[in-house]
């Protein structure tokens, strides 16, 4: 096992409410260093995969609902947390192609440093573009997964796709305005909770986000890890994947979940997904917006926990 990182396990970086994690780096075959969370737990293997903007950490919450009867591994997707950016970090760098050959080396790399039996097929458990990443990894790979639980996928069902463009594109328009240092985390903490979406987060995920996502300076001064420029060109990309076109390529039982308060892919979106897959589930989760997975996590856990027993 590599060497641990600087995270849960350390005092002064523990959080309350927050599993630990033995946390290291693993370098996929581009050559990039990704970070990966192991929540331990003794159940099957389940990677957890973030949305835009936040990190492997932020989903703690998440895994430690899942603790003990699976065991949740989670991943700073590129240009994300201590995760490297892509090489060419522009528009064209952040394809979202990338976040799926994420997947695909984070799984390699467990499998070599675990001894993972291949034939023991692990879940995924993906939010936003988590869940869009995880599809696009089953699609590169078939048989990955034994199955997939998507919150919410970000998938844009177009047939051909939309051209990767800031133009006209409010997500990125919105992260490039995002602040990106603070002078403490408490400053950092106390101005993401008064503002949306942050302030739906449960207080767990919240403080995760700003614990790990921000790097701290000798002064004690934080700046965010996941630049918003950075940020920015991932939402560009958004709708230029061709994962709609594809998704009766995945063969293995896909569960899709939304909130009913969501103003994002709602029970429409994932009713055409459903449709192209070959075995999907769909669930509306009460109460819940696009954020579910930080907002509630024993909700989505439970969800996660009814339908994976038919994995």
């Known amino acids: ?17 927050v599993p630990e994690a033995r946390s290291w780096h693993v370098t996929i075959e581009e050559g990039l260093r ?32 899942l603790l003990p009867d699976f065991h949740p591994i989670s991943f700073d997707e590129r240009g994300h947390g201590t995760s490297d950016p892509p ?42 573009c988590g869940g869009a990443a995880l599809l696009m990894a089953e699609q590169a790979r078939p048989g990955t997964f034994a199955g997939i639980a998507a919150y919410e996928p970000v998938i844009f069902p177009g047939d051909p796709p939309l051209a990767a463009s800031y133009g006209n594109n409010p997500l990125s328009a919105g992260a490039l305005r995002r602040r990106s240092s603070f002078p403490s985390e408490a400053a950092a903490y106390e101005n993401f909770a008064s503002k949306a979406p942050f302030n739906r987060l449960a207080p767990q995920a919240l403080a995760a986000y700003v614990r790990y996502g921000f790097a701290r300076g000798d002064d004690g001064t934080l700046t965010l890890r996941c630049r918003p420029e950075n940020e920015a060109a991932v939402y560009a990309n958004g709708f230029s994947h061709d ?23 709602g029970p429409d979106f994932l009713e055409l997904f459903a449709a192209r897959l070959r075995d999907a589930t769909l669930d509306v989760l009460p109460g819940l917006s696009h954020f579910g997975p930080l907002e509630d996590p024993k909700a989505v856990a439970a969800w ?8």
């Open 1 to 17: 096992m590599p060497p641990a990182l600087r995270y849960g396990r350390d005092v002064e970086n523990a959080l309350p409410g």
């Open 34 to 65: 990704l970070a990966v969370h192991d929540f331990g737990g003794d159940g099957p293997l389940v990677l957890l995969a973030h949305a835009t903007g936040f990190h492997g950490m932020v989903l703690a919450p998440l895994a430690e609902a």
């Open 87 to 128: 090489r060419h970090a522009d528009l064209e760098g952040f394809a979202w192609q990338g976040f799926a050959r994420d997947v695909l080396g984070v799984l390699d790399a467990i499998a070599e440093v675990t001894g993972t039996d291949p034939a023991l097929r692990p879940v995924g458990l993906g939010h936003s």
């Open 243 to 265: 994962t709609y076109a594809h998704l009766s390529d995945v063969s293995c039982p896909v569960a899709l979940s939304c909130g009913s308060e969501t103003d994002a892919f």
């Open 304 to 311: 996660f926990r009814k339908r994976c027993s038919g994995f």
